[in-house]
């Protein structure tokens, strides 16, 4: 496998990168961010630009870009498209109602955060945006949010296959354990700056 990605990375080039882009981009697009593995895939652009295939700096750009854009796509349906049609043709692009109803039910629960905790849980990373949308969330809000999540979630995986080089598939069994430690210390971050600034006002 390792091979094939090898070489296929130094026949395209510089495509590399649109690959990267367009992966990114997908799985955090709502819908097909359900099936499409971009977390791999950008854990795995780490290891190529570990091993001088590809340049770091220009994957973090690449998937931080994609994963914007994303989430803007997301963002775009879910305003056109609404809820009532997700419940109606969700089923058939392999979504449950209960999968829309944890989504909404994060949403309720940290408002425009959920747009940067979301990043970093699966379930909602795909949802979260649509959701926003089709609540009508304003526009700029979402996207100071969206990108506030994108670039550290976009880093943190770069970066996380770039330094366990040839290993970087452990790191694929790990996902789910990292990102509840992430969305939990964010949370926890939140609420002591929160409980901070209240016994300052006292």
Excluded: Q
């Excluded at 799985?27 to 977390?39: R, S």
């Excluded at 498209?81 to 209960?98: A, C, D, I």
């Amino acid at each position: 496998m390792m091979e094939y990605l090898f070489g296929l990375v130094s026949r395209l080039g510089h495509w590399g990168y649109v690959i990267i882009f367009v992966a990114a981009a997908l799985e955090c697009a709502a819908f097909a961010g359900l099936v499409v593995p971009g977390e791999s895939l950008v854990l795995a652009s780490g290891f190529l630009a570990h091993v001088g295939l590809l340049n770091l700096d220009a994957v973090i750009a690449a998937a931080a870009g994609g994963a914007i854009v994303g989430d803007n796509i997301g963002y775009r349906l879910g305003e056109r498209l609404g809820r009532p049609w997700l419940l109606r043709y969700g089923p058939r692009l392999g979504l449950t109602p209960e999968d829309l109803a944890k989504a909404e039910g994060f949403f309720a629960r940290h408002g425009p955060k959920a747009v940067l905790l979301g990043r970093f849980v699966g379930f909602a990373r795909a949802l979260v945006p649509f959701v926003a949308g089709a609540t009508r969330m304003p526009y700029r809000r979402f996207l100071v949010y969206n990108a506030a999540g994108a670039v550290p979630w976009t880093v943190c995986f770069v970066l996380l296959g770039y330094s366990l080089g040839a290993s970087w598939r452990m790191a694929e069994t790990w996902i789910g354990h990292t990102s509840t430690i992430v969305v939990g210390a964010t949370i926890l971050v939140v609420a002591l700056v929160w409980l901070w600034r209240r016994r300052a006002r006292r």
